[in-house]
């Protein structure tokens, strides 16, 4: 038996216990965004440079970020081209003093997709340049082997489009990669809107999932974050326990009283 | 009895707490900046009084002071020497096709307040309302509680006024308000961001505001239009003027606008209407909305110093009320 306790993944080598990790965007309050978080047991939380203008600009809102206690995850949300992923990347390393970077390349500007090609190329000059990158994709199966194949140890392929709130839109895909892949620590990233697309894709055993529109648009967030975090654990005890085979004709649970064992089906 | 009494800081709350007190008491104003307080958050405001709209994201009790404060506008502004505009014929709330989900997560989350709900509308009632929208919207919502004033007019008739009846004046100068406890009975600490390091709590929140005029555009009532990051507002002033605002950013930089903000303020703008395209840009103004990390205004009341802070994006809504209640604290 799996101690449901004792049960971490691995973040380039570091150990995390919190299968939930969570954005620190759109909350209706900084107060609201601290509760949630603390609310959602989360050891990891991302954070977008892009909009501050500048560090110190943003100071005090880091402040209420580092005042969680939490690994920081810096994103490169926004971004649209190699270089200006690479420059981003290069900045948080230096303001956030960590060399994990969520590398985030969007490619449309609707379905806010990240461009396979940009992120592959930029992937490839972060991790040569000592990063750790985790980089948000579709689900791709051979973009996330090229991947892969680049050095990465994390890979986050998207549920749906960043903000829709639609879950996991191709089962079959994500599943493929977590066969394909099962050295590789995999989060789905973006597109949840409930509490059981979150349970989805840990039963599907993937290590966990990033989300923050799902939580802070939520008419309570702080509520929807305990509900996530229940979801959270509920897939991943699934997962490890195993779900029974799905079947297409109906089987009693509890033997017919009255009717001799071989005629009952 | 009439007391002395410093008002520091001559922003909104600053100018509203200076023309209650003005009317029974000795006022001196003191303003860090000189008397046009650019730096004051509700200089750039659009100065929108929405609090069906903005009871999607505040608690109920500070949309309720919204409309208290509502009721109370009319009345400060019949004590200024000049006309200043105040509309209160509602809003309009509109949303692209493809952003129809979040009108109607908008729609159900709207608190009840009193008497006054929202009413849906169909594309046909958006053209009885704003004719000029007839055909580019299929569905909204309309606010009927909601209105605006124009705060540029009300910046400049409110020092008219308050010179007028013998305020004193002291610009250029950062006044720390305990230098002033013996020369005054009462202080009102009306400074927002100014008073940062007291109330290390406070946080600015950035905002980019634009100013159009275009006499190709109709529009009589504020329209807000359903955005992704920000609650999104045109609001047509006197003389053909828009107003469109805001963003809204977790940062202190009161630098000039970003050409991002404004592609997106103005592509939003023009998407509602393309009569916006040769709008003639007035400016582009910045600021910073001082704020509490819950986002709710705090009224505190120490010795002789009472403070009216953090208004974050609700300045208009809610100033009227709250320095209401700070004045009510002076004996």
């Given at each position: 038996?799996?101690?449901?306790?004792?049960?971490?993944?691995?973040?380039?080598?570091?150990?995390?216990?919190?299968?939930?990790?969570?954005?620190?965007?759109?909350?209706?309050?900084?107060?609201?965004?601290?509760?949630?978080?603390?609310?959602?047991?989360?050891?990891?939380?991302?954070?977008?440079?892009?909009?501050?203008?500048?560090?110190?600009?943003?100071?005090?809102?880091?402040?209420?970020?580092?005042?969680?206690?939490?690994?920081?995850l810096p994103n490169t949300?926004?971004?649209?081209?190699?270089?200006?992923a690479?420059?981003l990347a290069?900045?948080c390393r230096?303001?956030?003093?960590t060399d994990w970077i969520k590398l985030?390349?969007?490619?449309?500007?609707?379905?806010?997709?990240?461009?396979?090609?940009?992120?592959?190329?930029?992937?490839?000059?972060l991790?040569?340049?000592?990063f750790k990158v985790l980089p948000?994709?579709?689900?791709?199966?051979?973009?996330?082997?090229?991947?892969?194949?680049?050095?990465?140890?994390?890979?986050?392929?998207?549920?749906?489009?960043?903000?829709?709130?639609?879950?996991?839109?191709?089962?079959?895909?994500?599943?493929?990669?977590?066969?394909?892949?099962?050295?590789?620590?995999?989060?789905?990233?973006?597109?949840?809107?409930?509490?059981?697309?979150?349970?989805?894709?840990?039963?599907?055993?993937?290590?966990?999932?990033?989300?923050?529109?799902?939580?802070?648009?939520?008419?309570?967030?702080?509520?929807?974050?305990?509900?996530?975090?229940?979801?959270?654990?509920?897939?991943?005890?699934?997962?490890?326990?195993?779900?029974?085979?799905?079947?297409?004709?109906?089987?009693?649970?509890?033997?017919?009283?009255?009717?001799?064992?071989?005629?009952?089906? | 009895?009439?007391?002395?009494?410093?008002?520091?800081?001559?922003?909104?709350?600053?100018?509203?707490?200076?023309?209650?007190?003005?009317?029974?008491?000795?006022?001196?104003?003191?303003?860090?900046?000189?008397?046009?307080?650019?730096?004051?958050?509700?200089?750039?405001?659009?100065?929108?009084?929405?609090?069906?709209?903005?009871?999607?994201?505040?608690?109920?009790?500070?949309?309720?002071?919204?409309?208290?404060?509502?009721?109370?506008?009319?009345?400060?502004?019949?004590?200024?020497?000049?006309?200043?505009?105040?509309?209160?014929?509602?809003?309009?709330?509109?949303?692209?096709?493809?952003?129809?989900?979040?009108?109607?997560?908008?729609?159900?989350?709207?608190?009840?307040?009193?008497?006054?709900?929202?009413?849906?509308?169909?594309?046909?009632?958006?053209?009885?309302?704003?004719?000029?929208?007839?055909?580019?919207?299929?569905?909204?919502?309309?606010?009927?509680?909601?209105?605006?004033?124009?705060?540029?007019?009300?910046?400049?008739?409110?020092?008219?006024?308050?010179?007028?009846?013998?305020?004193?004046?002291?610009?250029?100068?950062?006044?720390?308000?305990?230098?002033?406890?013996?020369?005054?009975?009462?202080?009102?600490?009306?400074?927002?961001?100014?008073?940062?390091?007291?109330?290390?709590?406070?946080?600015?929140?950035?905002?980019?505001?634009?100013?159009?005029?275009?006499?190709?555009?109709?529009?009589?009532?504020?329209?807000?239009?359903?955005?992704?990051?920000?609650?999104?507002?045109?609001?047509?002033?006197?003389?053909?003027?828009?107003?469109?605002?805001?963003?809204?950013?977790?940062?202190?930089?009161?630098?000039?606008?970003?050409?991002?903000?404004?592609?997106?303020?103005?592509?939003?703008?023009?998407?509602?209407?393309?009569?916006?395209?040769?709008?003639?840009?007035?400016?582009?103004?910045?600021?910073?909305?001082?704020?509490?990390?819950?986002?709710?205004?705090?009224?505190?009341?120490?010795?002789?110093?009472?403070?009216?802070?953090?208004?974050?994006?609700?300045?208009?809504?809610?100033?009227?009320?709250?320095?209401?209640?700070?004045?009510?604290?002076?004996?």
């Amino acid at each position: 038996m799996h101690d449901p306790i004792d049960d971490s993944f691995s973040i380039y080598g570091e150990q995390v216990t919190s299968r939930l990790l969570i954005g620190s965007a759109l909350y209706p309050s900084p107060a609201i965004m601290a509760d949630s978080i603390k609310a959602s047991g989360a050891q990891v939380v991302t954070v977008s440079l892009r909009r501050q203008q500048n560090a110190a600009a943003g100071d005090d809102f880091w402040q209420l970020i580092k005042d969680t206690g939490l690994k920081i995850l810096p994103n490169t949300a926004g971004c649209h081209s190699v270089k200006e992923a690479v420059t981003l990347a290069q900045m948080c390393r230096e303001v956030f003093a960590t060399d994990w970077i969520k590398l985030e390349l969007i490619g449309d500007e609707y379905n806010l997709q990240p461009d396979p090609f940009a992120l592959l190329e930029a992937t490839k000059i972060l991790m040569d340049d000592g990063f750790k990158v985790l980089p948000y994709c579709t689900d791709d199966l051979v973009l996330c082997q090229r991947l892969a194949d680049v050095g990465c140890e994390v890979l986050m392929p998207w549920g749906a489009p960043i903000g829709t709130g639609k879950g996991l839109l191709n089962q079959y895909n994500l599943k493929t990669i977590r066969e394909r892949l099962p050295e590789l620590t995999l989060i789905v990233d973006a597109g949840l809107g409930l509490p059981s697309h979150a349970c989805q894709a840990l039963e599907l055993g993937y290590d966990g999932v990033l989300l923050n529109s799902a939580i802070a648009g939520a008419g309570c967030p702080v509520t929807m974050s305990h509900a996530f975090k229940a979801a959270v654990d509920a897939g991943r005890f699934a997962y490890k326990a195993k779900a029974m085979p799905e079947k297409d004709v109906a089987a009693p649970s509890t033997p017919t009283m009255g009717m001799p064992f071989w005629h009952q089906t | 009895m009439s007391y002395n009494i410093a008002v520091v800081g001559f922003g909104l709350t600053g100018r509203l707490a200076a023309l209650e007190l003005s009317l029974a008491h000795n006022v001196t104003v003191y303003e860090a900046d000189d008397a046009q307080a650019l730096s004051s958050a509700g200089r750039v405001a659009a100065a929108m009084l929405a609090p069906l709209a903005e009871s999607v994201l505040c608690e109920q009790d500070l949309a309720l002071m919204g409309l208290d404060s509502i009721s109370r506008w009319p009345g400060i502004l019949a004590q200024l020497d000049d006309t200043v505009f105040f509309q209160q014929q509602g809003t309009l709330v509109v949303a692209h096709q493809q952003d129809r989900g979040d009108l109607q997560s908008f729609t159900e989350r709207l608190k009840p307040l009193a008497n006054h709900h929202a009413q849906q509308l169909s594309g046909a009632h958006i053209s009885e309302l704003e004719p000029e929208l007839s055909g580019r919207f299929n569905q909204g919502v309309y606010l009927p509680c909601e209105g605006q004033i124009d705060n540029q007019a009300f910046y400049q008739a409110s020092f008219k006024t308050l010179k007028a009846r013998g305020v004193k004046f002291n610009f250029g100068e950062n006044i720390n308000c305990q230098q002033l406890q013996q020369s005054h009975d009462y202080i009102i600490d009306c400074r927002g961001l100014g008073a940062k390091s007291a109330q290390c709590k406070l946080r600015g929140v950035r905002g980019e505001v634009i100013r159009l005029h275009t006499p190709e555009v109709n529009l009589t009532r504020p329209v807000r239009l359903m955005h992704p990051r920000y609650p999104l507002y045109i609001a047509p002033k006197p003389n053909h003027e828009y107003v469109v605002g805001a963003t809204e950013i977790e940062s202190q930089d009161n630098g000039p606008a970003t050409v991002r903000s404004t592609l997106e303020l103005l592509s939003a703008v023009y998407t509602v209407h393309s009569g916006f395209a040769e709008a003639r840009i007035i400016n582009i103004q910045t600021g910073l909305r001082p704020a509490f990390s819950d986002n709710r205004p705090q009224v505190k009341h120490q010795g002789n110093v009472i403070s009216i802070n953090g208004l974050y994006r609700h300045g208009y809504l809610l100033a009227p009320s709250l320095v209401a209640e700070a004045v009510s604290l002076i004996k």
